[in-house]
């Protein structure tokens, strides 16, 4: 029987502070069913719009091997949005609850696990704070970091 609580795929829409990683997350069907699937436990790891960088789909290994024309033509979007599916698998962990400690991979293969410093949730290795657990839901929580987790 579907539960009346919202999932995290409710809670995106509803902090601004978000609103691009939250639309990168949309425009990938695999993400964004996570988020929607009741039976699923995530958390997403959901960078503030402040925190990303202007264009997370430009990877400076494509420049290596591709030249100033990386993101030109049918191939360059094809290779812009790949991307943005690993940057956004990159903040995705399909385990919820998460403790402390508890090392676990991302939805891009990333290890990462939390400490608590000086009260504050730490992400490590890259040493992101949480600014906020925004939301829980049935299927997970939605956590608001200050910065990004390595994607390249």
């Known amino acids: 029987m579907p539960s009346d609580k919202p999932l995290l795929s409710d809670f995106l829409g509803t902090q601004r502070s978000i609103t691009v990683f939250a639309s990168f997350l949309r425009q990938h069907a695999s993400s964004a069913a996570l988020l929607d699937d009741e039976s699923s436990n995530a958390t997403v790891l959901a960078p503030l719009n402040s925190a ?31 991307n943005i599916q690993h940057f956004v698998d990159a903040h995705l962990i399909p385990k919820n609850p998460w403790p402390s400690g508890e090392k676990v991979k991302t ?18 290795p890259d040493k992101i704070e949480v600014d906020k657990v925004a939301n829980q839901a049935p299927n997970g929580e939605l956590w608001i970091i200050k910065g990004t987790l390595k994607h390249d």
Request: overall charge negative; proline content about 6%; glycine content about 10%.
């Open 52 to 82: 990303l960088p202007d264009t997370p789909w430009e990877l400076p290994r494509d420049y290596n091997a591709f030249g100033a024309d990386a993101y030109q033509g049918a191939e360059g979007k094809e290779r812009a949005d790949q």
């Open 107 to 124: 939805m891009a293969g990333a290890e990462v696990w939390w400490e608590e410093k000086d009260g504050k949730r730490i992400l490590m």
